[in-house]
């Protein structure tokens, strides 16, 4: 199950960016002192050494977008067919990558060969099979369950989680799929930890924060909660959510966080009144359950 193309970035986005490489200039009849000066004037950029794009794009995308037109200049200038992949392939399908390094843009190639080292990029060579490679935002890229797989392969357990829960939750793939990959990972480097990170996925679980809290749980050996647990009244309306609950025990607990707190605010409303109703909320919840 994969998000539908409306779901890509919209066609004037700045990661969508033309890359032009030095060589195409030349060929136009532009000089490399030319096109010195025209970076050092910020009319263009680049991304990498003998790529370039609009000064303007560039300046305007931050960390993460600069990262993926830095890829799409890697794969104007491949002279194999790669596909974006790992942390890379993440950032096409807007995936948190919390903590996940970015100084390298990672490519996989399909000729299964082992590529010549370049500067800030990683090729890897793993075996791709039929299913796993589509297209996005007009460039190859992994599937969302082999990019879930992936990430296992290159950080510890609670990055690896947030990654594949991310996926699950928005639909990006399911767990059958991610079972159905994973039967089929033969000889696959650093996978040890793969198994955990698909047995604690859980796609209820809505943010970051909430998917750390839940591998905090996992990691100190206490009681799993149920997630995104409905509290109801005596007459079995719904009056909220709680982000985990132990109802045997007694306890439930909600994670607050600033980006919370600016989603809840409406219009000409402060942010003081949505602490005291967030406060009013969680009051009213422990009196219909006596719960801590």
């Known amino acids: 199950m994969h998000r539908p193309p409306s779901d ?24 490399d002192r030319a096109l010195a000066a025209m970076v050092r004037s910020g009319e263009l950029a680049k991304p990498r050494r ?47 990558v919390w903590g996940l390094p970015l100084d390298d843009v990672h490519t996989t190639r399909l000729d299964g060969r082992i590529g010549r080292p370049e500067a800030g990029v990683r090729q890897h060579r793993g075996r791709v099979l039929s299913g796993d490679v589509t297209t996005r935002n007009g460039v190859r890229v992994m599937t969302p369950a082999r990019l879930a797989l ?26 059958q799929e991610l079972a159905d990959r994973y039967a089929s990972m033969t000889s696959w480097p650093h996978s040890v930890a793969t198994d955990l990170v698909l047995r604690l996925a859980h796609p209820l679980l809505e943010s970051v924060a909430e998917t750390r809290c839940w591998y905090l749980f996992f990691h100190h050996s206490l009681p799993m909660p149920v997630p995104q647990f409905e509290i109801r ?12 609950a132990w109802p045997e025990l007694g306890v439930y607990v909600e ?4 980006v919370k707190y600016e989603k809840l605010l409406k219009p000409g409303q402060s942010a003081s009144e949505v602490v005291v109703a967030e406060k009013e909320r969680e009051d009213r919840i422990r009196r219909l359950t006596g719960w801590r």
């Open 8 to 31: 890509e970035w919209p066609a004037d986005d700045l990661r969508r960016s033309i890359v032009t490489l030095r060589g195409t200039y030349l060929d136009q009849g532009m000089s």
């Open 50 to 96: 003998g790529a370039y794009v609009a000064g303007s794009a560039w300046a305007g995308l931050d960390d993460l977008g600069r990262h993926s037109l830095r890829a799409r200049a890697v794969l104007a200038q491949a002279r194999t067919e790669l596909v974006l992949s790992h942390v890379t392939g993440l950032l096409e399908y807007d995936c948190p």
């Open 150 to 175: 992936e990430t296992t392969t290159i950080t510890d357990v609670e990055h690896a989680l947030v990654v594949v829960v991310d996926l699950l939750h928005r639909g990006l793939t399911t767990t």
């Open 255 to 258: 994670f607050d966080g600033k």
């Open 233 to 244: 009244d005596s007459s079995g309306r719904l009056i909220s959510r709680v982000d985990f």
